[in-house]
């Protein structure tokens, strides 16, 4: 792409030159003028078409499902407004402020109840929106262009496969609202310099801020949307600095107020983020490999651009390896930077439409390319979503260089014809990369061998086929035996992969082989002593291994780290009713409904331990109050009925399994004892 910059520059077409070719040229597309922009918004919607019947995947869970503000529905608007991104999350702090695609979710919660369709067709909507928008500016921009340049610059952006991610991801949302505040303020500002209206001001003020409420990088669109209008003739570096001027405030304003809402939670901002795991480049005190790697990256970036694959829904620790200083990609990534920067300095001066494009592409990978701030992903493919909208008008222009003898019609054939080619490559990409996004396991499958080197997607398999092994009866162990394949893989590229140990102990442990988890999940104790959940999880291979004693003792421990764990303290309560410690067992079920006072399973534990302590009043009043949850519950009304029999009350006993069979006629435990209590009655 660089050498495409070069060439550009000994050739470059002054936009304020009145001899440009296409000034008095015949515009093939005029006849079709009016429909072009519902072509644009057409194509879109048919690139993402096959994602309406997906289900969520990968951070949609985080962002909607496990959220716990989104499901409070209207009710949780408020505390979305006034925390972190993942707060919701049990109060994890992620360092984000984007309110507007959780609020969004939070109304179609309460609207829709999660309804995916719904979610995806709004992603899919939004997409095309914004892109008809995009062309709506871009003919703005370029009026003094042939229709195709516009024309073949949206369709390029459209069907470019890097935007998969985004919009076939409803947690993407964040990125298409605030893409779609920033082709609005673009074509309210663009009306504003035609009109000098203020309403168009307000409007571009207005959607600008929708932008930065929507993610971070928006701030960087205060200096890209300048440098876009920058294109046309008649908007001069003053106009540029005026409306830098603009929004530049607000961005720095935004950027304050995410600084004070994240640094005034509870939870300070995880340190993970920065972490090998998610961010070698970061993680690093090697400066060569900081610089190296910073400089090597942005050859990822021209590479997924112009190929648009392999995709990969992870970058993270081994996928990317780190580069010294010197090696033969850092260094084209330091020429690469150069040109770019070259380019970008003749675009300011002379208004030279390939050095707008260089500096437009720039400013766009002014976060991602973490050369002022290392970040919290070292890649990810959403990283350029506003990226291919200087490639698309590059491949736009991309005729000219090449067709300079050529007539004006023959040089907009050729430019339609660079477009088809680009439609044609990247159209089957993005269709066939949708279907990858289907759900999470087929995401994470399609990914396994593209990204074997890397420690979480091989931990994303291991974990989700542990998962389809709960609900795949018919294929439990093929799917257990899978997981830890892929778990143990994990571990090996990332030796301090936690999570991924943890997970390992309860897939040894649905396969009963009690030795290898406890041994894996010690071994992880060794390494990180302060990793809660290892406490709970090495108890419950202890209590499956019917080790009771060594079961107590590591949920004690948990306790100790996690004192309202209702769960653990009804553990507990079974493992000393195991041991026939019933009195210690009703400790820790009382303990249980105290932190949980609707919790049956305590009920049905703590009325049995009180019917084998011989304290049936106590039994038959508990079961009552678990009733008060759970009018039918099959199993507490048996209980309350052998409790009502122990103290001798054979009447309301009569009446419980009455009432049981009435519900549950084919309740053969319950016909039998019916039978026995009327020979007592």
Not at 75 to 98: A, H, M, V
Not at 482 to 488: T, V
């Amino acid at each position: 792409m660089l050498s495409i910059f070069f060439i550009a520059e000994q050739s470059y077409l002054n936009l304020n030159d009145s001899s440009n070719k296409y000034y008095h040229l015949k515009d093939l597309l005029t006849p079709y003028s009016d429909k072009l922009k519902w072509l644009v918004f057409l194509i879109a919607i048919l690139c993402y078409a096959n994602t309406y019947k997906h289900q969520m995947a990968l951070d949609d869970y985080s962002v909607i499902v496990n959220h716990s503000h989104v499901q409070n529905g209207f009710d949780g608007i408020s505390e979305i407004i006034k925390t972190n991104y993942r707060n919701g999350n049990g109060g994890f702090n992620d360092g984000l402020y984007r309110p507007l695609s959780l609020v969004m979710f939070a109304i179609e919660k309460e609207f829709f109840n999660n309804d995916t369709n719904i979610a995806h067709g709004i992603n899919i909507l939004l997409f095309a929106l914004c892109c008809m928008f995009l062309f709506i500016s871009l003919r703005k921009i370029f009026e003094n262009q042939p229709l195709v340049i516009p024309l073949v610059a949206a369709l390029v952006f459209v069907v470019h496969p890097i935007h998969t991610e985004v919009v076939a991801n409803i947690k993407g949302r964040d990125d298409l609202l605030a893409f779609f505040g920033f082709v609005m303020a673009l074509f309210f500002l663009l009306k504003q310099h035609e009109s000098k209206s203020i309403k168009h001001l307000v409007s571009a003020v207005f959607f600008f801020v929708l932008a930065l409420l929507s993610k971070e990088s928006a701030v960087s669109f205060a200096v890209i949307i300048p440098a876009l209008i920058f294109f046309k003739e008649d908007y001069k570096l003053k106009n540029a600095v005026n409306t830098l001027l603009l929004l530049l405030p607000m961005s720095v304003a935004f950027m304050l107020l995410r600084y004070s809402i994240v640094n005034g939670m509870e939870r300070e901002i995880d340190p993970g983020n920065f972490g090998l795991l998610n961010n070698p480049l970061a993680a690093t005190d090697n400066t060569s490999l900081r610089w190296g790697s910073t400089f090597a990256l942005q050859i990822t970036f021209l590479q997924k651009l112009i190929f648009g694959s392999p995709l990969i829904h992870d970058y993270s620790y081994n996928l990317i390896p780190l580069d010294k200083l010197g090696s033969i990609k850092s260094i084209g990534g330091i020429i690469a930077l150069l040109g770019l920067g070259y380019l970008s300095v003749l675009g300011l001066l002379k208004k030279n439409k390939w050095g707008i494009i260089a500096a437009i592409y720039l400013l766009s990978i002014s976060v991602a390319s973490q050369i002022l701030l290392p970040i919290g992903t070292i890649f990810a493919e959403r990283l350029l979503f506003i990226s291919v909208l200087p490639f698309g008008i590059a491949i736009a222009f991309l005729a000219e260089v090449f067709q300079k003898k050529l007539s004006s019609e023959k040089a907009q054939k050729t430019i339609l014809a660079c477009g088809l080619i680009a439609l044609v490559g990247y159209t089957p990409q993005t269709f066939r990369r949708n279907s990858d996004w289907e759900n999470n396991y087929t995401l994470y499958e399609s990914d396994l061998e593209k990204g074997k080197e890397s420690a979480r997607i091989n931990y994303n398999f291991g974990s989700i086929s542990y998962e389809e092994s709960k609900l795949n009866k018919a294929q439990t162990n093929l799917l257990l035996n899978q997981a830890s394949i892929y778990l143990n893989r994990a571990i090996n590229i990332y030796p301090e992969y936690y999570d991924a140990y943890n997970n390992l102990g309860l897939v040894y442990n649905q396969l009963k082989d009690y030795p290898k988890g406890i041994a894996t999940i010690k071994k992880a104790i060794s390494l990180n002593p302060d990793y809660n959940k290892f406490y709970l999880n090495l108890g419950l291979l202890y209590f499956d291994a019917k080790q009771y004693e060594f079961a107590i003792q590591s949920f004690q421990e948990y306790i100790t780290r996690v004192p309202n764990s209702s769960e653990t303290y009804l553990l507990l309560g079974q493992a000393f009713g195991n041991l026939n410690q019933f009195q210690k067992a009703i400790g820790n079920l009382e303990q249980a409904l105290v932190l949980k006072p609707d919790y049956l399973e305590a009920y049905n534990y703590l009325g049995m331990a009180y019917g084998f302590t011989n304290q049936q009043t106590k039994a038959v009043k508990t079961l009552r109050n678990a009733l008060q949850y759970y009018p039918n519950d099959s199993n507490l009304l048996f209980n309350l009925s052998i409790a009502l029999h122990q103290i001798g009350n054979y009447q309301e006993e009569y009446r419980v399994l009455q009432q049981i069979l009435n519900l549950y006629p084919n309740n053969a435990a319950a016909k039998r004892n019916l039978e026995l209590v009327k020979a007592l009655i």
